[in-house]
Nanobody, 123 residues
């Protein structure tokens, strides 16, 4: 069992930055690939970024590539999403997710899911 708790969301102006954190419980954090998804009102949940168990491999949605960076600290059981050059279209609830395989996260599958953190971007 893995419990995920996101934090770091908030209101930011377009062009600004935010760093989201996701703290995981349990001793097996380093055995899970981790990812971030987002869902805006009236839209489907979409993949944002994912990182392998060791942190050596990362994937990004085209819409955030070059602006967002996913990272993890296995000693702290935490995964991060650094978001720079934010745009109004980045506004959404951001969810942290875990799966035993990175490929599954890229396909939108997850085994564990956090409660989400709201990101609002003003124009």
């Amino acid at each position: 069992q893995v419990q995920l708790v996101e934090s770091g969301g908030g209101l930011v102006q377009a062009g600004g930055s935010l760093r989201l954190s996701c703290a995981a419980s349990g001793r097996t954090f380093s055995t899970y690939a981790m990812g971030w998804f987002r869902q805006a009102p009236g839209k489907e949940r979409e993949f944002v970024a994912a990182i392998s168990e060791s942190g050596s491999t990362t994937y990004y949605a085209d819409s955030v590539k070059g602006r967002f960076t996913i990272s993890r600290d296995n000693a702290k059981n935490t995964v991060y999403l650094q978001m720079n050059s934010l745009k109004p279209e980045d506004a959404a609830v951001y969810y942290c997710a875990a799966h035993t395989t990175l490929r599954a996260l890229r396909l939108g599958r997850y085994e564990y899911w956090g409660q989400g953190t709201q990101v609002t971007v003003s124009s």
